[in-house]
């Protein structure tokens, strides 16, 4: 059975860096063809795909926004982190992570945690 | 960079008629789109993958079809579960949303 949990603060202040867990089971980051995503998603707005890990350690960020993001994995532990920095107000959203398998690239993610809501506010 | 557009923003529909939501991208994506249903408070579920095929447990009144740039989710009858927002994927691209409401 799949599952992923994000973990993390709910309420950061501005100009703070933002670090969110992503912990997962019934799959395995260290063997070929899995990667996990993150997908945030404003109140009442659209989805926004942030980054992406590979099974092999190789990373994709939303161009937009990858001179403030960073993610990474630790297979021995299932999990993988997100950091974000220099946090405003325009980043409260529910993010969330998602099992994304790989065939000739990123395929959909098929598996969504349940989402962490976090607030950007002094 | 890829851009997706949906329409219609909100279709008010009845339980039983047939819904069709369109996403159009602003390049050729070939067949590498895929649709999910959200509802309030809830994940994203994966719907229809590479445009057309349905995903594990997915009921077959949703179908999926289209290539290059115009895709199409068509919910054949609608159930009452059925009302909720859509959005279609591609890569690192997501539409804005199209919402199902009850007319």
């Known amino acids: 059975q799949v599952t992923l949990r994000e973990s993390g603060p709910a309420l950061v202040k501005p100009e703070q860096t933002l670090t969110l867990t992503c912990s997962f089971s019934?799959?395995?980051?260290?063997?070929?063809?899995?990667?996990v995503s993150w997908v945030r998603q404003p109140p009442g707005k659209a989805l926004e795909w942030l980054a992406l890990?590979?099974?092999?350690?190789?990373?994709y960020y939303n161009t937009s926004l990858e001179t403030r993001l960073a993610i990474s994995k630790d297979t021995s532990k299932n999990q993988v982190v997100l950091t974000m920095t220099n946090m405003d107000p325009m980043d409260t959203a529910t993010y969330y992570c998602?099992?994304?398998?790989?065939?000739?690239?990123?395929?959909?993610?098929?598996?969504w945690g349940p989402g962490i809501l976090v607030t950007v506010s002094s | 960079e890829i851009v997706l557009t949906q329409s219609p923003a909100t279709l008010s529909l009845s339980p039983g008629e047939r819904a069709t939501l369109s996403c159009r991208a602003s390049?050729?994506?070939?067949?590498?789109v895929a649709w999910y249903q959200q509802k309030p408070g809830q994940s994203p579920r994966l719907l229809i993958y590479d445009a057309s095929n349905r995903a594990t447990g997915i009921p077959a009144r949703f179908s999926g079809s289209g290539s290059g740039t115009d895709f199409t989710l068509t919910i054949s009858s609608l159930e009452p579960e059925d009302f909720a927002v859509y959005y279609c994927q591609q890569r690192r691209a997501f539409g804005q949303g199209t919402k199902v409401e009850i007319k």
């Open positions: 890990i590979d099974w092999g350690d190789d990373k």
């Open positions: 998602a099992r994304t398998p790989y065939r000739s690239g990123p395929l959909p993610p098929d598996y």
């Open positions: 019934g799959f395995s980051l260290s063997t070929g063809s899995m990667c």
């Open positions: 390049q050729t994506v070939s067949s590498y």
